[in-house]
């Protein structure tokens, strides 16, 4: 019976409780409770009344406890959340796969679009599993901490969205020969040779972007600085 690290980690939190003061306790355990969304410093105030500078002075020694951090949120960066050093922020609070401490990477999106252009344009259509295949074998130079089905799906409907590239399905037969028929595969967009065009309302691109759960009308993620909503309302 494996019983021991659970006992040194209880053990631990009782130290560590026991060498916290009444007003390092009562915020650490606020902070806890809210897990992976975390707490602003406000609201902490708000719910404990804990005078301003004993609040300040135990967020400051619980951080170099290292028993909480904080961590930006996308919604308002001006505003550090506060979040016990056991959680990790819920994409929420980060923006999800595409942010570092709160920022959009803009690099990680151009190079992954790239790649998937480059091995589409080579294999003349390419499925989303073969292209995240591909990536594992540019190494950490390309992708230092790698790139996830999720993002690689997200990328390749942008693409659909921006034209660049179809969606299709697999025949079994030709350039599909080597995908299974039925099988959801892409190739580059025909630019010239048809003038069909989808239906307003059908063409809208929120329904296909992985950012819509996070888009409101004054955040940092809005309608108004969308650049494919205004090239739709354009259209």
Same mark, same amino acid.
């Given at each position: 019976? %494996?019983?021991?690290?659970?006992?040194?980690?209880?053990?631990?939190?009782?130290?560590?409780?026991?060498?916290?003061?009444?007003?390092?306790?009562?915020?650490?355990?606020?902070?806890?409770?809210? /897990?992976?969304?975390?707490?602003?410093?406000? !609201?902490?105030?708000?719910?404990?009344?804990?005078?301003?500078?004993?609040?300040? /002075?135990?967020?400051?020694?619980?951080? +170099?406890?290292?028993?909480?951090? !904080?961590?930006?949120?996308?919604? %308002?960066?001006?505003?550090?959340?506060?979040?016990?050093?056991?959680? !990790?922020? +819920?994409?929420?609070?980060?923006?999800?796969?595409?942010?570092?401490?709160?920022?959009? *990477?803009?690099?990680?999106?151009?190079?992954?679009?790239? $790649?998937?252009?480059?091995?589409?344009?080579?294999?003349?259509?390419?499925?989303? *599993?073969?292209?995240?295949?591909?990536?594992?074998?540019?190494? +950490? !130079?390309?992708?230092?901490?790698?790139?996830?089905?999720?993002?690689?799906?997200?990328?390749?409907?942008?693409?659909?969205?921006? %034209?660049?590239?179809?969606?299709?399905?697999?025949?079994?037969?030709?350039?599909?020969?080597?995908?299974?028929?039925?099988?959801?595969?892409?190739?580059?967009?025909?630019?010239?040779?048809?003038? $069909?065009?989808?239906?307003?309302?059908?063409?809208?691109?929120?329904?296909?972007?992985?950012?819509?759960?996070?888009?409101?009308? %004054?955040?940092?993620?809005?309608?108004?600085?969308?650049?494919?909503?205004?090239?739709?309302?354009?259209?």
């Amino acid at each position: 019976m %494996n019983l021991l690290p659970g006992k040194r980690k209880r053990q631990d939190l009782s130290t560590l409780s026991a060498s916290m003061t009444n007003e390092e306790r009562v915020v650490y355990n606020i902070i806890r409770g809210k /897990k992976e969304m975390g707490i602003w410093q406000g !609201e902490i105030k708000r719910e404990t009344n804990i005078p301003d500078s004993i609040l300040k /002075k135990s967020i400051k020694l619980l951080i +170099s406890k290292t028993l909480i951090k !904080e961590v930006v949120n996308i919604q %308002n960066k001006s505003k550090k959340v506060l979040m016990a050093m056991d959680f !990790e922020p +819920s994409k929420e609070i980060t923006g999800g796969e595409w942010y570092t401490e709160g920022r959009l *990477d803009t690099q990680l999106i151009d190079a992954l679009s790239d $790649v998937c252009l480059k091995l589409i344009s080579r294999k003349k259509v390419a499925t989303r *599993d073969g292209i995240l295949e591909w990536t594992k074998t540019l190494g +950490s !130079e390309v992708f230092p901490g790698g790139v996830s089905p999720g993002q690689v799906e997200q990328i390749l409907k942008v693409l659909v969205m921006e %034209n660049k590239l179809q969606e299709v399905n697999s025949t079994g037969f030709g350039d599909f020969s080597s995908i299974p028929a039925g099988e959801i595969c892409f190739r580059l967009a025909k630019k010239v040779g048809t003038n $069909v065009k989808v239906g307003v309302m059908a063409s809208i691109p929120c329904g296909v972007c992985p950012r819509l759960k996070f888009c409101t009308p %004054n955040g940092i993620i809005s309608p108004t600085t969308c650049q494919y909503y205004q090239k739709w309302l354009d259209f």
